[in-house]
Nanobody, 122 residues
């Protein structure tokens, strides 16, 4: 499956962005989906994940209450709605997919997009 992220950009602290990830090549409903992020000099870290049906979601503690992951299998698209953005949210955000269950572990995911840059100015 190929994954293409979009929706990144430059936003002021306290602002919002919605990231999208469109999948092609396979039926998205076959995959658990996740979002990870990576800042310069840091390891890739878990942000959020959603089960195949969308019924189950998990979030990193640092985004709980601010970010929401959702999916529209009919559109083969996963979203990450981000509110109350902070300077420390600045990173490249990656969409990921795997046949396994939702996971917060990088190595659990087989398919990755190329990422979209999110920059939050303070």
């Amino acid at each position: 499956v190929q994954l293409v992220e979009s929706g990144g950009g430059l936003v002021q602290a306290g602002g919002s962005l919605r990231l999208s990830c469109v999948a092609s090549g396979r039926d998205l409903s076959d995959y658990a989906m996740g979002w990870f992020r990576q800042s310069p000099g840091k390891e890739r870290e878990f942000v959020a994940t959603v089960s195949r049906t969308g019924a189950t979601t998990y979030y990193a503690d640092f985004v709980k209450g601010r970010f929401t992951i959702s999916r529209d299998n009919a559109k083969n698209t996963v979203y990450l709605q981000m509110f109350s953005l902070k300077a420390e949210d600045t990173a490249v955000y990656y969409c990921t997919a795997d046949h396994g269950p939702p996971s917060a572990v990088v190595s659990s995911y087989r398919y990755w997009g190329r990422g979209t840059q999110v920059t939050v100015s303070s």
